[in-house]
């Protein structure tokens, strides 16, 4: 007996609110503000236009993180985040580039929520919260 629950309509109720939730924070640019970490440590990067996540409706992301741009995939069910980046440019970032870290917390996403209008990401292992804000278009 299959107990998936459907809608008037036949759509399965799961995969309507999976796609009512990539609706809601997909299609922004969002521009990371900072992090802050459990133990009180904040990362801010000098210029946050240059670290940006956009969350494409199929599942696919763009990413910006300093000289190089990233793509790869997500996937959203209820307020759990996954991604997964899986291809990159090669370029050297300077010393002092936050790359590394910014792609680490990314895929160590695990719980979104969106809070006046600002996009928050808590890390796996409640280690922290990345803070992103929509990219102003000009």
Same mark, same amino acid.
């Given at each position: 007996?299959?107990? @998936? #629950?459907?809608?008037?309509? &036949?759509?399965?109720?799961? =995969?309507? #609110? @999976?796609?009512?939730? $990539?609706?809601?924070?997909? &299609?922004?640019?969002?521009?990371?503000?900072?992090? #802050?970490?459990?133990?009180?440590?904040?990362?801010?990067?000098?210029?946050?236009?240059?670290? @940006?996540?956009?969350?494409?409706? *199929?599942?696919?992301?763009?990413? $910006?993180? /300093? +000289?190089?741009? $990233?793509? &790869?995939?997500?996937?959203?069910?209820?307020?759990?985040?996954?991604?997964?980046? @899986?291809?990159?440019?090669? =370029?050297? +970032?300077?010393? /002092?580039?936050?790359?590394?870290?910014?792609?680490?917390?990314?895929?160590? =996403? =695990?719980?979104?929520?969106?809070?006046?209008? *600002?996009?928050?990401? *808590?890390?796996?292992?409640?280690? &922290?919260?990345?803070?992103?804000?929509?990219? +102003?278009?000009?």
């Amino acid at each position: 007996q299959d107990n @998936t #629950l459907l809608l008037l309509d &036949g759509t399965d109720v799961l =995969a309507r #609110l @999976t796609e009512e939730k $990539k609706q809601e924070v997909s &299609g922004p640019v969002w521009q990371w503000m900072q992090t #802050l970490y459990n133990d009180d440590r904040k990362v801010v990067p000098a210029d946050s236009k240059n670290y @940006t996540l956009q969350l494409r409706e *199929d599942g696919t992301i763009s990413v $910006k993180a /300093d +000289c190089n741009m $990233k793509g &790869g995939t997500y996937a959203v069910e209820e307020k759990h985040l996954s991604i997964e980046i @899986t291809h990159s440019t090669m =370029a050297a +970032c300077p010393d /002092d580039s936050l790359e590394n870290e910014f792609v680490r917390e990314l895929s160590g =996403a =695990a719980i979104y929520f969106i809070q006046d209008g *600002d996009l928050y990401l *808590d890390l796996k292992y409640d280690s &922290g919260t990345m803070k992103f804000s929509e990219q +102003c278009q000009k």
